[in-house]
């Protein structure tokens, strides 16, 4: 039985203050532990978190990471620096990071490979395009990112990773995908990791839906055989209606 995992990714929202608002609301309200909870804040919120969250269930994870431990690269923040502020866990390809800033499979790998060789555990996520899907390309396309994005990734390593489906169309539209459409590609998904490492790793393999998660849809998707959780963007920016999705869960 593989156990739900929740995870808010904040984005561009909350500044320090607002981000211990929104951790003390989460702390006083939240009471599961059936359920595994991550939050990710903005990396200037990452240390204070970390501070808030101590002693709590809830995990803390960071939006992206460059590929190399140190260097010459102006703004951007290494595994070893998400480690010392207390991350457990890195988003890496998300859809936002894909299109706005033209991250390819490659690149996306290479992160991948260097937030496990430092001992952080990623939401590794991909889906399709709305043309994609109105193509038909779906299956090929997440193909095409799993294997491109877990190249050299060994079956070890998968313990350390979960999966997260996030069709592009869905992401910020208020739209998302309907139980059926999310339950066949997180199938896909199992089948296709099955085929490329085993069925017991794909049995054991969490994959998360992201795309417009709200209170209002997140239980009829939850409850989909291979929906094991959810990426929730807006919704998780409230305490309420984030608790409210992991009440679901």
Excluded at 109 to 120: E, P, T, V, Y
Aim: hydrophobic share 40%; net charge neutral; proline share 3%.
């Amino acid at each position: 039985m593989r156990k739900k995992v929740i995870a808010g990714n904040w984005k561009m929202f909350n500044d320090i203050p607002a981000t211990a608002n929104l951790i003390n609301e989460l702390k006083q309200k939240l009471d599961s532990e059936k359920v595994d909870v991550i939050v990710c804040p903005p990396f200037t919120s990452l240390e204070s978190a970390s501070k808030l969250l101590k002693g709590s269930s809830i995990k803390l994870g960071a939006q992206n990471m460059h590929f190399e431990d140190s260097g010459a690269f102006t703004g951007e923040i290494s595994a070893p620096m998400l480690k010392s502020t207390g991350c457990d866990f890195v988003i890496l390809g998300h859809s936002e990071r894909r299109t706005i800033f033209k991250e390819t499979d490659e690149l996306i790998n290479k992160k991948i490979k260097k937030a496990l060789q430092s001992g952080l555990k990623l939401i590794f996520c991909l889906g399709e395009t709305l043309k994609e899907r109105e193509d038909g390309v779906t299956e090929t396309v997440v193909r095409t990112q799993i294997v491109g994005g877990l190249k050299d990734i060994t079956i070890d390593d998968l313990k350390n990773i979960i999966i997260a489906y996030e069709p592009v169309w869905a992401i910020g539209t208020g739209r998302n995908a309907t139980p059926l459409q999310a339950q066949e590609v997180h199938s896909f998904i199992r089948k296709l990791i099955s085929e490329l490492y085993s069925e017991y790793t794909a049995q054991n393999l969490v994959i998360q839906y992201g795309g417009s998660v709200k209170p209002e849809n997140a239980k009829d998707l939850l409850s989909q055989p291979d929906v094991d959780g959810a990426l929730v963007g807006g919704a998780c920016l409230k305490a309420d209606s984030f608790i409210s999705i992991i009440k679901s869960a």
